[in-house]
């Protein structure tokens, strides 16, 4: 964790249809000295924000009506929110939307913190995502991505169902000690079966890091890998 980053001239834009929500995280923001904030109350307003306004850091609720986080977090990155289309974007999740989890990752989200986190969660994931720039994808790939037909509270996936053995070369390691360039052995997902990453991957430093972000909102300590 870093305190030491100055981030009373980083302009950060919080996207959440519930107004508790909202305070919460401009009040934790403003523990950390962040002093610029503009708020969204869903990703419609978000990109019109964005078009008036383009902040330097986002903070994104998913679960959001009437248009959600993952489709404003693909309008970003296929350039059509008139902002950059490396802009970072924070995720702001729960545990019981670990459906939305895969999607996230594969539009580049920067990074995940918990709800209800303390400002130290907030101050960590802002100063790696703004010293650490994210590497983004060609404008076809986002395109690619389906969205899923998301509801709020809606029932858990199914269980996860066995997928092919990882070969005699794979190993399981806990997410702290895998290292970068390493091969995903063993399709990645969630207690509920949500897929994060799919076997095959290759594990960039983004994605090590979302990794890490998930793994202290739910049960996600090893994985398997090949080298």
């Known amino acids: 964790m870093n305190k030491s980053i100055d ?22 923001l403003g523990m950390i000295g962040v002093t610029k904030i503009s708020v969204a109350t869903d990703g419609s307003d978000g990109l019109s924000k964005l078009m008036d306004d383009p902040p330097d850091l986002i903070v ?16 970003v990155r296929i350039g059509l929110s008139g902002a950059a289309r490396d802009l970072p974007v924070i995720v702001l999740t729960g ?11 594969a539009l580049d989200c920067n990074a995940f913190v918990r709800k209800a986190e303390s400002s130290d969660a907030i101050r960590d994931r802002m100063a790696r995502v703004l ?26 996936a199914d269980p996860p169902q066995e997928d092919t053995p990882p070969s005699a070369e794979a190993y ?47 049960e996600l300590s090893s994985i398997w890998v090949e080298t």
């Open 172 to 218: 399981q390691v806990s997410i702290e000690d895998v290292p970068t360039g390493a091969l995903v052995a063993r399709n990645v997902t969630t207690v509920d079966g949500s897929m994060l990453l799919a076997a095959g991957s290759v594990l960039s430093g983004a994605n090590l890091n979302r990794l890490k972000d998930l793994s202290e909102i739910v």
């Open 7 to 28: 981030f009373s001239e980083t302009h950060v834009l919080v996207i959440d249809d519930e107004e508790f929500m909202r305070k919460m995280i401009c009040r934790l």
């Open 60 to 75: 994104l609720d998913i679960m959001m009506e009437p248009m959600n986080g993952l489709k404003f977090l693909k309008s």
């Open 95 to 105: 545990s019981n939307e670990q459906a939305v989890f895969g999607t996230a990752m």
């Open 131 to 156: 010293t650490e720039p994210l590497e983004i994808d060609k404008t076809a790939v986002y395109h690619a991505v389906k969205i899923p037909d998301i509801t709020i509270n809606a029932p858990p």
